[in-house]
């Protein structure tokens, strides 16, 4: 006897898709917007504009606040000199609508996926039977294979930048939600028990102890969200996803080697870029050493 589970699975899909079209429309049409309105922004912006502030954040978070010192130089001044250089290589070969069109993409699925992860991690944290029951849906989403979630994108959202999206955010958020919850879970709990003696409620101990005590592990969450869906935008490029994805997917379609190496080079420096201004985040304006 066999079970055909993959046939069941489908038949979920068609359903919801006959059946729930206007909460998928009302779907397709926010994430649209978000997607659009940051691409307006970028590509509207002038170049050099977008490059000084990304130099300046690549700069400022690794040094800590410290500018212009010889310490925060020192700490951040290879990854300024990187980002303006790297910025520069794609603009001047061609690829600056490209790389906005990804950043936007990038944005927008990592936003939706922390605006749903987080939450859901410090609920996680807080009830033990909800824990039980994320945890193995997480394991699930994070280890099926990430061209899998492009299929049922296409049936519920058609083709474009939204499905792309939205297996992005799927792709992505489970690092939001560990983190946040392993964060929130290790903070002291003499920490926890002496803010409860001194009269604190729910919502003051979680907004003005664990999260606080917890932010640097949610900020590797954030960083993880950022990466992730960086390398899930390349492949939302085979449903129609804009950006440098696309031009790999078109590099290889033709087998043109110069057109998928100069893209991987424009992912490699964004990816290199992101990763280093996220990884940043959560060590606050602490002062290097001179």
């Known amino acids: 006897m066999k079970i055909e589970l993959g046939k069941y699975i489908e038949q979920g899909v068609d359903w919801l898709s006959a059946n729930a079209g206007g909460f998928f429309d009302a779907?397709?049409?926010?994430?649209?917007?978000?997607?659009?309105?940051?691409?307006?922004?970028?590509?509207?912006?002038?170049?050099?504009?977008?490059?000084i502030i990304l130099a300046l954040l690549s700069y400022y978070l690794p040094a800590r606040g410290k500018l212009f010192t010889k310490a925060g130089w020192k700490a951040g001044g290879g990854m300024l000199i990187f980002t303006v250089l790297g910025l520069l290589l794609l603009y001047f070969m061609g690829y600056w609508e490209e790389t906005m069109l990804t950043i936007a993409l990038i944005?927008?699925?990592?936003?939706?996926?922390?605006?749903?992860?987080?939450?859901?991690?410090?609920?996680?944290?807080?009830n033990d039977g909800a824990?039980?029951?994320?945890?193995?849906?997480?394991?699930?989403?994070?280890?099926?294979?990430?061209?899998?979630?492009?299929?049922?994108?296409?049936?519920?959202?058609?083709?474009?930048?939204?499905?792309?999206?939205?297996?992005?955010?799927?792709?992505?958020?489970?690092?939001?939600?560990?983190?946040?919850?392993?964060?929130?879970?290790?903070?002291?709990?003499?920490?926890?028990?002496?803010?409860?003696?001194?009269?604190s409620t729910k919502r003051q101990l979680l907004f003005k102890v664990q999260l606080p005590l917890a932010m640097t592990t949610i900020l590797a969450g954030v960083n993880q969200v950022i990466m992730l869906s960086l390398s899930m935008v390349v492949i939302a490029s085979m449903v129609g996803a804009g950006g440098l994805g696309q031009a790999v997917y078109k590099g290889i379609l033709k087998a043109d080697i110069g057109l998928g190496f100069e893209a991987g080079v424009g992912i490699v420096v964004l990816a290199i870029i992101l990763d280093r201004i996220t990884q940043n985040l959560g060590f606050g304006p602490s002062k290097p050493k001179e």
């Open 107 to 126: 944005l927008a699925s990592a936003l939706i996926a922390l605006i749903i992860g987080i939450p859901l991690g410090i609920y996680a944290a807080r």
């Open 27 to 51: 779907i397709t049409a926010g994430v649209d917007a978000v997607v659009t309105a940051m691409q307006f922004v970028l590509l509207n912006s002038p170049f050099w504009l977008t490059i």
């Open 131 to 199: 824990e039980k029951i994320i945890r193995p849906i997480l394991d699930f989403m994070q280890t099926m294979p990430a061209f899998v979630y492009l299929i049922p994108a296409i049936i519920l959202f058609s083709v474009g930048n939204v499905p792309g999206v939205v297996a992005t955010i799927i792709f992505a958020l489970p690092p939001a939600v560990r983190l946040t919850n392993l964060g929130i879970r290790n903070v002291p709990e003499d920490v926890v028990e002496a803010s409860k003696a001194f009269g």
